[in-house]
Nanobody, 123 residues
Framework: VQLQASGGGLVQAGGSLRLSCAAS????????MGWFRQAPGKEREFVAGINRSGGSTLYADSVKGRFTISRDNAKKTVNLQMNSLKPDDTAVYYCALDQDRWTIIARSGYDYWGQGTLVTVSS
């Protein structure tokens, strides 16, 4: 499977960005998808996940209420709407696919990763 993330950029604190991840090469609709991020000098961390139907989502506490994950199975895309951005949200954001889960969402154990898109939030 191939995952292609896009939508990153430079935004001021309080602003919004929408990230998108396009999937190809596999039955995208069957699997849980997630977004992760890695800030400079820090480990990669889970941001949000969504199950295959889109009926269940999970968020890191640090983004809950500000970020929204969604998916369009017809278009094979998963999106991350990011509002009220903070400088601490600055990171490279990755989308990922979990081939072992489809109804539940885990914070780790994803199998396929996109190349990452950089989000920079200025203060």
């Amino acid at each position: 499977v191939q995952l292609q993330a896009s939508g990153g950029g430079l935004v001021q604190a309080g602003g919004s960005l929408r990230l998108s991840c396009a999937a190809s090469g596999r039955t995208f609709n069957d699997y849980t998808m997630g977004w992760f991020r890695q800030a400079p000098g820090k480990e990669r961390e889970f941001v949000a996940g969504i199950n295959r139907s889109g009926g269940s989502t999970l968020y890191a506490d640090s983004v809950k209420g500000r970020f929204t994950i969604s998916r369009d199975n017809a278009k094979k895309t998963v999106n991350l709407q990011m509002n009220s951005l903070k400088p601490d949200d600055t990171a490279v954001y990755y989308c990922a696919l979990d081939q072992d889960r489809w109804t539940i969402i885990a914070r780790s154990g994803y199998d396929y990763w996109g190349q990452g898109t950089l989000v920079t939030v200025s203060s």
